[in-house]
């Protein structure tokens, strides 16, 4: 099992511009549709980009329900937002775990 992590900025064009943060959200949904993915949490935090701060968005997800390629699914994801929010880059992080899903 894996743990994705994506890092979605808030600013474009060279950090003159900023997207609203119901902007960002609904391009993480619509490409997360588009990718399949059916399944994430958000965190709002407060992060940096060549020294300037800036709002971002991380978006949490595990690996499954995900394809038989999760890393490609995910960069595939992380590649459409990047194009949709005119980003630099989107940071990826994916870390091993172990998870339980509790249920009845």
Request: net charge positive.
């Given at each position: 099992m894996k743990r994705f992590d994506l890092y979605i900025g808030h600013n474009y064009d060279n950090g003159a511009s900023t997207w609203a943060p119901e902007t960002v959200l609904e391009?993480?949904?619509t490409w997360?549709?588009?990718s399949g993915i059916q399944g994430f949490t958000l965190t709002?935090?407060?992060g940096y980009w060549k020294g300037q701060p800036e709002h971002t968005t991380i978006?949490?997800?595990f690996s499954f329900g995900l394809n038989e390629s999760p890393e490609l699914q995910v960069?595939?994801?992380a590649a459409g937002i990047r194009e949709a929010?005119?980003?630099e880059c989107v940071l990826v992080v994916s870390s091993p775990v172990q998870t339980?899903?509790?249920t009845p």
């Open positions: 391009e993480i949904a997360a549709r588009c709002s935090a407060e978006v949490t997800l960069k595939a994801f929010l005119r980003q339980a899903l509790v």
